[in-house]
């Protein structure tokens, strides 16, 4: 009997996933104003200023800087491994997924 429930529980859930979409969909509202834009400012920007501070070779001040270090520089790669920021909090699991939700996002 236990296992006749388990199978239905089983039966119920995968079929009320597959109601759900299958396939998995980037965040398509991810936006560098609304989402992005705040976590580089408080993380990166005492920093990468523009002009940049204390060594730091590029600026990440607008779109366009956060775009191309993410396509060109593994910005990416950077907040992961902790390199980036350097001293300070790293940043967190959640705002390293809105980065990358934000690339899938074709960077809007
Ligand atoms: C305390 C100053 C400081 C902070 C804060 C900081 N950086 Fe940096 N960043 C540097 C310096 C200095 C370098 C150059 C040395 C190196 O690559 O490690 C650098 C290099 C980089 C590079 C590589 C650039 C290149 O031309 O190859 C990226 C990408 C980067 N930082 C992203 C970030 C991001 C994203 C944040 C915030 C999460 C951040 N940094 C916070 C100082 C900082």
Not at 57 to 65: D, F, G, H, Q
């Amino acid at each position: 009997m236990k296992n006749l429930i388990f199978i239905l529980i089983l039966t119920f859930t995968s079929c009320a996933s597959k109601d759900d979409d299958p396939v998995e969909e980037p965040i398509i509202n991810i936006t560098y104003t609304t989402n992005i834009k705040s976590i580089i400012d408080s993380k990166c920007n005492s920093c990468h200023s523009d002009p940049q501070k204390n060594g730091a070779p590029i600026a990440l001040v607008t779109l366009e800087n956060v775009k191309d270090a993410v396509l060109n520089k593994d910005l990416i790669g950077r907040v992961e491994d902790g390199s980036m920021p350097p001293e300070g909090d790293v940043l967190t699991s959640d705002q390293i997924e809105l980065i990358k939700d934000w690339e899938k996002n074709s960077f809007k």
